[in-house]
């Protein structure tokens, strides 16, 4: 293979000379014009067969995560005897163990046990966990639901990015991201409103908190069992495309990938400890990892704590789960709008730190101020700044790591790590500090001036490392075997 050096574009993707061309199985070639066009059609038909199906599996994951916090304000905590001191805390926090610990070995297999097999497995099982813990009865029952809950979907978010990766170009990622992860925000105003029906559920000797696990539980079941015949493996397995379709999808992603893969098809890459070597010594895993970590203090705490910050205004249980749906509704749309925008002009780490300042402004007014008014509008604005930069963090990460085991070891590294942020989140909105949670709100707003700066970090590191790409300095891994560069690939740019 030569070591011609491929020139790249304006927007980072290099321009090969056959990129313009695709040779139909007859033998013909489709000009640049043709080829634009049936790459749009191909992505209309991944959104229509593949996004409303992810959307789904993390609408129902994030509502059955983070119902507890709506069982808790109507006599969850009372019933099992763990309404004062840290029990409460603690059945938060064991979630996260099983969760960090599959992320990375996850991520390996997915592709191996079918994507599309392996996520409704995930959401099914996870449903069924869910349902199952209206039944408890102690404190002990609960930690083990928790347990068996993280269980289940720690492999699920890492699943679902390294999935989008095999149909989607990286440009076209974070608003694919986006549509789903949305569904996080979306989960809060619509577990809210379901929470404050389902209290109302007196029978059968279970009252009221038992019944949001139950109903929500078995419909996540049943969305689950539905996936198993919808969603398609990679694009060589799905049925909704035409032969030209599938070659026009496989083509792409290996110019998307600037030689990062020896073929651009996921079905025919092999594991190999190099690629996983790769992901973990690479800075931008190390810096996305952080950044999320500081930035996963406040998106759990305030997903897992709004009905008891509410409740803390004063607000009564029924009015609390309503309040909590306008802050999520907000969020629900920035999320929308701000993945479109960062596929719009190729870039993360400026959006993320804009929306940190937004959420800082939030913690700030929830700090400072006794009037219920103003503190309730700070839940907006820390809504609206923390749920778009989780996407956002994935998405950038998921840009700047090839082939796909590199993508799926960093992807599942940045969850494990991250979420040990929850061994700090669950924790810091204690009994004792209602109702005014000054520690939880202080360390809220330090961990998000903290991802600040490590955005700002990862930044100026990927300008320099693009600009030292453009300068030739980084030719000479052209000696080593090109297949085995990924996206250190003198011709490979980072997103900013």
Not at 152 to 176: K, S, T
Not at 179 to 193: H, I, M, N, R, V
Request: proline share 4%; hydrophobic share 45%.
């Amino acid at each position: 293979m030569g070591h011609e050096k491929d020139v790249p574009n304006e927007s980072g993707d290099v321009a090969k000379p056959e990129s313009g061309q695709l040779e139909h199985s007859s033998g013909t070639d489709v000009d640049l014009e043709l080829d634009e066009e049936l790459s749009r059609k191909l992505d209309h038909k991944f959104d229509r067969h593949i996004v409303p199906w992810i959307f789904g599996i993390w609408l129902f994951a994030f509502i059955d995560r983070s119902n507890i916090g709506n069982a808790r304000i109507v006599g969850l905590t009372d019933d099992l005897g763990i309404a004062t001191g840290t029990a409460y805390n603690l059945a938060l926090l064991v979630f996260y163990i099983p969760y960090v610990l599959v992320d990375v070995p996850s991520n390996w297999i997915v592709k191996h046990v079918k994507a599309g097999v392996y996520l409704p497995a995930l959401i099914t099982a996870w449903g069924l966990v869910s349902t199952f813990l209206g039944f408890t009865k102690s404190l002990a029952g609960l930690i083990v639901c928790r347990l068996l809950l993280g269980l289940f979907e720690g492999g699920l978010l890492g699943g679902i990015i390294v999935y989008l990766a095999m149909f989607y170009r990286r440009h076209q990622m974070m608003r694919r991201i986006g549509y789903f992860y949305c569904a996080a925000p979306l989960s809060g105003a619509f577990g809210g409103l379901l929470a404050t029906g389902l209290a109302q559920i007196r029978h059968g000797g279970y009252n009221r908190w038992p019944w949001i696990f139950f109903i929500e539980g078995i419909v996540t079941a049943l969305f689950g069992v539905v996936c198993f015949f919808t969603m398609p493996h990679t694009p060589a397995d799905a049925k909704f495309l035409t032969d030209e379709e599938r070659k026009l999808a496989l083509q792409r992603m290996r110019l998307d990938s600037h030689g990062a893969s020896l073929t651009g098809d996921v079905n025919e890459e092999r594991f190999d400890w190099h690629w996983v070597r790769m992901a973990l010594t690479a800075p931008q895993t190390w810096l996305s990892c952080l950044a999320w970590f500081f930035l996963l203090i406040p998106l759990y705490s305030f997903s897992l704590f709004l009905p008891t910050i509410i409740s803390g205004m004063g607000y009564r249980s029924t009015t609390a789960q309503l309040f909590t749906v306008p802050p999520n509704m907000a969020a629900f749309c920035t999320v929308l709008g701000t993945s479109y925008l960062s596929d719009r002009v190729k870039a993360r780490g400026p959006i993320m730190v804009s929306c940190c300042l937004i959420a800082v402004a939030g913690y700030i007014m929830l700090l400072a101020t006794k009037d219920n008014s103003v503190r309730y509008a700070g839940t907006f604005l820390a809504a609206i700044g923390v749920f778009p930069n989780s996407p956002m963090v994935m998405g950038w990460l998921s840009n700047n790591l090839a082939p796909h085991y590199v993508r799926a070891t960093g992807i599942g590294f940045l969850i494990a790590f991250a979420n040990c942020s929850a061994f700090i989140s669950t924790f810091i909105y204690l009994a004792e500090d209602a109702p005014d949670y000054i520690l939880g709100h202080s360390i809220n707003l330090g961990a998000l001036i903290l991802c600040i700066i490590v955005v700002c970090i990862q930044m100026l590191y990927c300008r320099w490392e693009n600009k030292k790409r453009d300068a030739g300095d980084r030719d000479a891994r052209l000696d080593q075997s090109e297949q085995r560069l990924g996206h250190r690939h003198p011709s490979f740019r980072y997103t900013i």
